[in-house]
């Protein structure tokens, strides 16, 4: 038994036909299987092959057969993406402030010398202080 597969295309959708060449009972035994799979369409009526002692053709049309090994669906992973890109712009941001800032301090070093005077002696002076108010009172008689 031999067959010829041709692939044709429809507007509706891909059915291969295929035929089928060989004796009565081996054209029955293909039928029975491809009907038992539920791939089995339409077939044609039995043609006989010229030259052939006997043999016989049917021309069948048939469902795509079903994949043997469906590969893994990829998860989409967008949330983990979104994220990484998220912290990453955060880090970049920091890393611009901080850069800013040392470029700052560095061109502005009298600024910052007086500034963390001030702050030292009022630490150093620091601490409770209570408010003394003096009232000279002066009596002239």
Excluded: S
Excluded at 55 to 66: D, G, K
Excluded at 95 to 105: D, K, P, S
Excluded at 126 to 135: Q, Y
Aim: proline share 5%; aromatic share 6%; with cysteine.
């Amino acid at each position: 038994m031999t067959q010829h597969v041709q692939t044709t295309t429809t507007a509706v959708q891909l059915v291969p036909a295929a035929r089928i060449e060989g004796t009565r009972e081996q054209i029955g035994a293909a039928l029975r299987r491809y009907h038992a799979e539920g791939r089995l369409v339409e077939f044609t009526q039995p043609q006989l092959i010229p030259g052939g002692r006997g043999q016989l053709y049917v021309t069948v049309r048939l469902l795509p057969a079903p994949q043997a090994h469906q590969p893994p669906a990829r998860r989409r992973r967008t949330g983990v993406y979104v994220l990484a890109a998220g912290g990453l712009l955060v880090a970049a941001a920091i890393g611009w402030l901080v850069v800013a800032a040392i470029a700052w301090i560095t061109t502005h070093i009298a600024i910052v010398l007086a500034a963390l005077f001030v702050l030292a002696v009022l630490g150093a002076t620091g601490g409770r202080r209570a408010c003394k108010t003096v009232i000279t009172i002066t009596h002239w008689h």
